[in-house]
């Protein structure tokens, strides 16, 4: 009896195991970084499926309704007649001065109807093509909204809220995620290569010389201190403060900021031992923070390359680009240069590979920049944490 | 030693007042100090940083204005050129042909048109909306577009055409969005503490009714379990979602009302402006913009006296809009302030929730662990379940 049960559990609880490991594989999965790329990447295509259908299918149920909005008015001949009224009608007193300043204005109108359709933009099934809808949703969800596109029909505008409801935090989320693993990595890049820990004699020797001079400085300070110790009459000591210099500073009259980076100082150990250098190596490698000076310079200069690859794509000049690249990345999004004005003009075969890799820049800076605001913001801590350290060394010596 | 230390620390936290008050400060450095902290803290404050976004707003609209004025406009020169270039050959077609033979003329006429619609089209294509840039960076609209660029919403219905407006905006934006942001953080965090605290009394105060009846009952026994929990409110995000859903519909008949959109529109304007996403395809003050039309008005009404009263209204509408725009922009600042607020409380509330989540999750586990051991079990499967 108490065997087949045993048998029993033995097989089902393994199952039951199983999906939920299955299950906890797919969320983590899911909350990862390429889940979470593949799921902003579905989310826009979706929303561009959706879009271009409701505002294709809402623009041919309103030409059903109300099909006088759309005939094409031939302003050009509407023109005409106006001008030959205007001939017929000052013919019997040419007056020349009058006729021409009448015909400027009936041209001036004239601009101004031309003026106006070509700021409504061309029709709707161009406008809407398959990546037209797609830049319009990513637009959405990371807040640029440059506003080329922009949907006409109401239906088209409530699921634009919805959609950005949904997207915006999940677009948050990628930020979030990505940047993290960037920040990660880009440190670990930093911390090996710059810092040279990759080859491991290049580190050791930096760091013997780095506490070969820390040790100088030490001994230096140390006569310093010696030599003003006996030359003030009421200090009774300072040679052995520096070995117990917590201790002893507590009570101590004069404890100078001096003596403060002394004691800060003779922390480094004097041994060179080679367990000792290896772990120091090893271990701050988290410890490391990218100064700021990098990280603005990743910036800048991913700024500038996206500048050259779009003037070569869209024949901007270089203060265009990056003038276009700075204001999508920062997400303000004017509008008034978008990758897709020739995209999606153009015909549908060639549109594809410059409009993805144009997304795909977009999607890349926005991760990048929000690695950099990442490493900058450890960066400020870090040294926030030194200056009130500082700070703090300072009043107490200036209260004393 | 010590007694240095704790009197240091308060400082460094930011409470002066208490400390301050109990030294007495005779020695002007530490006067100079205590001010110097006082206002270090004060520009930290709501009000600091919100005068500086104001000031900095302003500041950068002047210099837009400055920068973009300068800007000599040859495309409308261009375009006045053309015009009367067209119109000398319409003339000149008209001389010739001397309406005897219309189909000629007509013609003629037509491909000239075509011409000129041909010239029109090209140069609108680099830009030309037809304003002249002077009218274009009034005040007001320097004004909105300096926060369209600060806060990221970028409406881009007007935008820098001169090279230096443009570099000038890749600066201005670099300084201002961190400064945006720590608006952003700030009001978020007052305007959270605010709420809730308010949120906090209004329960207690519902509380308390509800307290009284059950005093009756309990007797002593409840005094406990309203303390408990008066500890444990958080604002729910329902609240928040409330608060929101009120001002934007508040915005939606503003703008309604003002710009004469439809509620949709404006409820579409309202949401895109809010989430940063700023198409631009609406804008307030967009009417404001024509000062030629109020030009004209106002010309047509020193004309003839007997003008129709709507136009007189129409100017004094017009004439009130500065007001409206500065409406408009602390509708704008607020806005994101409630956002940043909403924010704050929402993630406090999923931290708790999802603690309690977990909590709950695992006294599940266990409970079915528990259910599962009972069932069905005998000593080898305990020893085995304890072992996950």
Known sequence: ?400 | MSHKFQRNSPQMLGVASTVSSTTPSNQPRKRVKRCCRNFVTFMCTQVGVGALIVVYAIFGALTFMHIEREFVDTTTAHVLELRQNFSQRLWNITEEHNLIDKPLWVNETNSVLREYQAEIAAIIKNGYVGRSPADMWSFPAALMFCLSVITMIGYGNMVPRTPWGKGFTVIYATFGIPLYILYFLNMGRVLARSFKFLYRSLHDCTQEKNYDARLEALEGGGSLGALTLRKKIIVPSTACLWVIMFYILTGTIMFANWEKWSFLNSFYFCMTSLCKIGFGDFVPGASLTTAADVDAATQKLREDIAADPNEVSELQRIADQHSKLAINFIYMLLGMGLVAMCRNLMREEVRVKLKEMKEDTKLCVEDTRLRFVGCCGDPRDLYENDYY
């Not at chain 1, 319009?136 to 409530?158: A, E, F, H, Q, R």
């Not at chain 1, 549908?348 to 990442?374: P, Q, R, T, W």
């Open chain 1, 1 to 400: 009896m108490s065997s087949r049960r045993s048998s029993f559990r033995r097989r089902e609880k393994p199952a039951f195991e199983r999906f939920k490991d299955h299950c906890r594989h797919f969320t983590a999965f899911m909350f990862s970084n390429v889940g979470i790329i593949l799921l902003v990447t579905f989310y826009t295509i979706g929303g561009a499926f959706v879009f271009q259908a409701i505002e294709i299918f809402e623009n041919e149920k309103m030409k059903i309704i109300k099909p006088h909005r759309f005939i094409e008015r031939n302003f050009s001949g509407d023109c005409l007649n106006r001008i030959w009224e205007l001939t017929a009608e000052n013919i019997s007193f040419f007056d020349r001065q009058v006729y021409r300043k009448r015909v400027n204005d009936a041209l001036l109108d004239y601009q101004r109807a031309v003026v106006k359709k070509q700021l409504l933009g061309p029709d709707v099934d161009h406008q809407w093509s398959f990546s037209g809808a797609f830049l319009y949703s990513l637009t959405v969800i990371t807040t640029i909204g440059y506003g080329n596109i922009t949907p006409s029909s109401d239906w088209g505008k409530l699921v634009t809220i919805l959609y950005a409801i949904i997207g915006m935090p999940l677009f948050l989320l990628y930020l979030s995620n990505i940047g993290d693993v960037l920040a990660k990595s880009f440190k670990w890049i930093y911390s090996k290569v710059c810092l040279c820990r990759i080859c491991p004699g290049v580190a050791k020797r930096r760091i013997i010389r780095e506490r070969r001079k820390l040790r100088q400085l030490a001994r230096a300070l140390q006569l310093h201190q010696m030599e003003s110790a006996r030359g003030g009459s009421s200090s009774s000591y300072s040679s052995n403060s520096n070995s117990t210099s917590n201790s002893s500073s507590s009570s101590s009259s004069d404890y100078t900021k001096s003596s403060v980076q002394t004691s800060s100082v003779l922390d480094v150990p004097y041994t060179d031992s080679d367990s000792d250098i290896e772990r120091e190596i090893r271990g701050s490698t988290d410890e490391i923070t990218v100064p700021l000076t990098v990280c603005v310079f990743v910036m800048v200069s991913y700024i500038l390359s996206g500048a050259i690859l779009f003037g070569r794509w869209e024949d901007w000049n270089y203060l265009d680009g990056s003038y276009f690249c700075f204001i999508s990345l920062s997400s303000i999004g004017f509008g008034d240069l978008v990758p897709g004005d020739r995209v999606i003009t153009a015909d549908k075969d060639k549109v594809e590979v410059s409009f993805i890799l144009c997304a795909v820049y977009l999607l890349l800076g926005m991760a990048l920049i929000a690695m950099c605001f990442n490493l900058m913001q450890e960066q400020v801590i870090h040294n926030m944490r030194a200056i009130k350290r500082g700070f703090k060394a300072c009043f107490r010596c200036r209260s004393s």
